[in-house]
C-alpha cells in the first residue's frame, strides 16, 4: 500500500513528545512491512523511511483546506493524528491519542489506542500505540532504585511514588517537567530523553505509573517494558490492557501497590521485553493499522480492535 500520514509536529520530536514517537514509529513499522510511505508534517522534518511533504500547522487546521490537496497520487489512504475540521475527500482515518469530555462520541473514522480508551466513547475500533524495540535498552541486572517517568501532574500519580518512596525508605529517580521539594532518597533528574531516558529504563528495578485518570494508553508503560523493567500501576483506563500478572503488578491503592512492590523483582525482565515485543513493537502496531485501512477501503468501515491477551488484572501478584 501507499500510506499518507499526516502530524501537525516536526518530526522526529526534540524531548519526550509521546505522540510524536508514536508517528515515527508508525511510519518505521509500515516501511518495515514493504509498504510506501508520505509523511505530511511541519517543515524541517526529516524521516528517511518517508518521503516528506511539508506542511505549516496552520494549513493543516485551516477548515477551508481539504487535506486531500496534500496527498500525492496514487496514495491508497490518508492517516491524520490530529482532529479534522473538514473531512477530506480522500480515504482517511484518524488516530485519538488523547481523552475527550466524558460521554463524548467520536466520528466512524475514528481509531482509539485501547479498548478501554474506545468503550469511553462508544466504539470498539482501537490500535494499541506501539515503538521501535531497537530505541530502547535492555538490562536483566536492574540497579537499586525505582523511576517515575512522565508529567508531574496529579492525575498521573506521581505523589504515589514519592509518598511510596518516604514509607518505604526506597531510592525513587524522578523524571518529569518540573522540580518538586523532595527527600534525600529522593532524587529529581530532570526532564529526559534519547539515551539518558533509556538508561534509566534499563537500570530500574520497576517503573511507577500508579495514574489517577483513565489512561488513553500510556506509552510510558510500553518503554519500561522494552527495557526488561517491570511496571506498578493502577486499574485505571488502558493499563489492566497493557501490564499483564507476569510483568507488573496493579493496585487501586496506595498500600496495594507498596505491598506489591516489595515483590515486583520477581518478574523476569526477559518476561517483560517478550511481552512487549509481542503486543507492542512498532510492527505489530503497523500491522494492526493496515488492517484498519484495508477494511475502510474494502467496506467504508473500521473494524473492532483487536486486545492482548492480558485482559483487566483482578488481583495482585
Known amino acids: ?15 519526550y513528545g509521546g ?26 522534518t526529516r524521516v528517511p523511511e518517508a518521503t516528506v511533504v511539508e506542511v505549516a500547522p496552520a494549513r493543516l487546521f485551516d477548515p477551508a483546506v481539504d487535506l486531500a490537496t496534500f496527498v500525492p497520487p496514487g496514495a491508497d489512504i490518508l492517516h491524520t493524528f490530529f482532529p479534522v475540521t473538514r473531512v477530506p475527500s480522500h480515504p ?5 491519542e488523547g481523552n475527550l469530555r466524558a460521554g463524548a462520541v467520536v466520528p466512524p473514522y475514528t481509531i482509539c489506542v485501547s479498548r478501554n480508551h474506545a468503550r469511553r466513547y462508544g466504539s470498539e475500533v482501537f490500535v494499541y500505540n506501539g515503538l521501535d524495540p531497537a530505541d530502547f535498552r535492555f538490562r536483566a541486572l536492574k540497579d537499586d532504585y525505582d523511576l517515575f517517568l512522565g508529567r508531574l501532574h496529579s492525575v498521573k500519580g506521581y505523589r504515589w511514588a514519592i509518598a511510596a518512596a518516604k514509607r518505604t525508605g526506597r531510592r525513587l529517580l524522578i523524571a518529569g517537567g518540573w522540580r518538586p521539594s523532595l527527600r534525600r532518597r529522593i532524587r529529581y533528574v530532570g526532564t529526559v530523553d534519547g539515551s539518558k531516558k533509556a538508561e534509566l529504563l534499563a537500570g530500574a528495578r520497576c517503573l511507577w505509573m500508579p495514574a489517577l485518570w483513565d489512561e488513553p494508553f500510556g506509552l510510558t508503560t510500553i518503554e519500561a517494558l522494552f527495557s526488561g523493567t517491570p511496571v506498578l500501576g493502577t486499574h485505571r483506563g488502558a493499563l489492566p490492557e497493557v501490564i499483564a500478572p507476569e510483568v507488573g503488578a496493579l493496585g487501586d491503592t496506595l498500600e496495594e501497590l507498596i505491598a506489591a512492590a516489595e515483590a515486583i523483582q520477581r518478574r523476569s525482565p526477559e518476561a517483560c521485553r517478550a511481552h512487549a515485543e509481542r503486543y ?14 484495508r477494511a475502510m477501503l474494502d467496506t467504508g468501515a473500521l473494524p473492532p480492535g483487536r486486545a492482548t491477551s492480558s485482559g483487566p488484572t483482578a488481583a495482585l501478584r
Not at 92 to 96: G, I, M, N, S
Not at 280 to 293: D, I, K, N, P, T
Open 280 to 293: 507492542f513493537s512498532h510492527v505489530v502496531m503497523a500491522e494492526e493499522y493496515l488492517r484498519m485501512y
Open 92 to 96: 482517511f482515518v484518524r488516530t485519538l
Open 19 to 44: 505522540t510524536e514517537r508514536v508517528v515515527v514509529a508508525l511510519v518505521r513499522g509500515l516501511a518495515a512491512c514493504g509498504h510506501r510511505v508520505t509523511l505530511i508534517a511541519s517543515p524541517g
Open 1 to 15: 500500500m501507499h500510506v499518507a500520514v499526516a502530524a501537525h509536529y516536526r518530526l522526529p520530536v526534540k524531548g
